[in-house]
């Protein structure tokens, strides 16, 4: 079964575009924040001038024109990312198919699955019993010094 076409670059958009938007919106919101603060503190001090009425104005229109742009990028990405999603899905269902043809094929080829190979088993068991002997004649030898010492406390000369 073939999956078609694999790169991504013609399918979707590349993320490096989102973060050049991203960030020129950016660097722009920064000026017209400083610029809103100034004209917001000389508006409630002088809410008579007309200029300043009108800075501010243009102040606030810019910021909600860069808020709209952001939240279309937002909304971009958020597109970008669902597809991506729905195709990842239809990826997923097409290797669960080929993994159950595979099966079916590795059955049909006689190749038993989930069993393991005798001679590895073999190997594995003699390290097991390599091991174990190794702990008894330890144990054995600790044993026999622990009883040595144990029997010539007990059985002490007397001192002359």
Do not use: H
């Amino acid at each position: 079964m073939e999956l078609g076409n694999n790169s991504y670059e013609d399918n979707f958009s590349k993320s490096s575009t989102f973060k050049n938007k991203i960030n020129d919106l950016d660097s722009g919101i920064n000026i017209l924040l400083d610029e809103y603060k100034k004209l917001y503190v000389l508006v409630g001090v002088n809410p008579n001038n007309q200029e300043y009425q009108q800075q501010y104005q243009n102040t606030v229109n810019n910021l909600d024109s860069v808020m709209s742009k952001m939240f279309s990028v937002s909304n971009d990405i958020q597109g970008n990312v669902n597809n991506i999603n729905k195709t990842l899905v239809q990826y997923d269902i097409l290797i669960k198919e080929e993994k159950k043809v595979n099966s079916d094929l590795k059955v049909k080829l006689g190749i038993v699955e989930n069993k393991n190979n005798a001679a590895y088993e073999m190997i594995t068991d003699y390290k097991d019993i390599y091991d174990k002997r190794y702990l008894r004649n330890w144990s054995l030898i600790l044993g026999s010094i622990i009883c040595l010492v144990a029997i010539k406390t007990v059985y002490k000369r007397p001192g002359v």
